[in-house]
């Protein structure tokens, strides 16, 4: 097999295992579109938003800083942040891409790393074909951008209280990712416990609340608390075989 016959294979294989992540993501999208909705942006705003930047609690944080007037830096701190999983994920593709790969397709691969499409790229065999993670880009962040886009658009024509009710969703989806981690560690479940009991806290005193934003007290909580169930809850080292 030629080397583009390779590469086009790839790129199938990429396009069939991101159809699964495409639906996915359209349906989450949706109700991200309705956040973006209250926050203000129009459907062209939306889409932009979501194909540049293919991250759901990523998104929500932006969404959520805007609508509270969050300043330019609080928006890039704390998008910063929340999406600085995907440095680790970028780091963990680096060391399976073909060494001759040239650094526009390095490049390129990382700046579209998903959870998802890391989890389905981490688990081929050898060395990363970027083809393939163009073809699993190809159809799920259409996919997302669009579904943002319909989720502003239906949100300005669905009544108030159906639009309310799509956007439990949103809460659905990010229970969804921190209980089953939550269950399996104790560190984790403690950190999302006084993560609400602090948010609680900083919006219910209202002397903090006269010092410092929404958007800043998000970001401050997650540095403070991150660190501090770090310090406390170390994660070990996996120890290498005795030689």
């Known amino acids: 097999m030629t080397n583009n016959e390779t590469k086009r294979k790839a790129f199938l294989d990429g396009l069939r295992d991101g159809v699964p992540i ?9 109700s991200l579109g309705i956040a973006a909705r209250s926050a203000g942006l129009t459907a062209f705003q939306g889409f932009v938003a979501s194909t540049l930047c293919v991250a759901s609690a990523g998104e929500y944080a932006l969404f959520t800083l805007i609508g509270a007037g969050a300043t330019y830096l609080e928006v890039a701190l704390l998008t910063l ?17 073909d060494p001759k790969t ?10 579209v790393v998903t959870d998802e499409i890391f ?5 081929r065999p050898g060395y990363m074909e970027p083809a393939y993670n163009y073809g699993a880009i190809a159809v799920s962040v259409p996919a997302w951008a669009v ?22 969703a949103l809460y659905g989806m990010f229970l969804a990712i921190i209980v089953p981690p939550a269950k399996k560690s104790l560190a984790v479940a403690l950190c999302v416990l006084l993560g ?14 006269a010092l410092m934003s929404p958007g800043m007290w998000t ?25």
């Open 22 to 30: 495409a639906l996915g993501y359209f349906a989450v999208a949706f």
């Open 81 to 97: 942040i929340t999406n600085a999983r995907y440095f680790l994920m970028s780091c963990a593709l680096s060391q399976r891409i």
């Open 102 to 111: 040239r650094p526009i397709h390095r490049f390129l691969v990382g700046a």
């Open 119 to 123: 989890g389905i790229t981490i688990a």
């Open 147 to 168: 579904g943002t886009a319909l989720g502003i658009l239906m949100g300005n024509l669905l009544p108030g209280r159906i639009v309310s009710a799509l956007s439990v």
């Open 196 to 209: 609400f009991g602090c948010s609680w806290l900083c919006s219910a005193w209202g002397t903090l609340a």
């Open 219 to 243: 970001i401050v909580l997650t540095v403070v608390l991150s660190a501090v169930m770090a310090a406390a809850f170390p994660v070990k080292e996996a120890q290498g075989d005795a030689q």
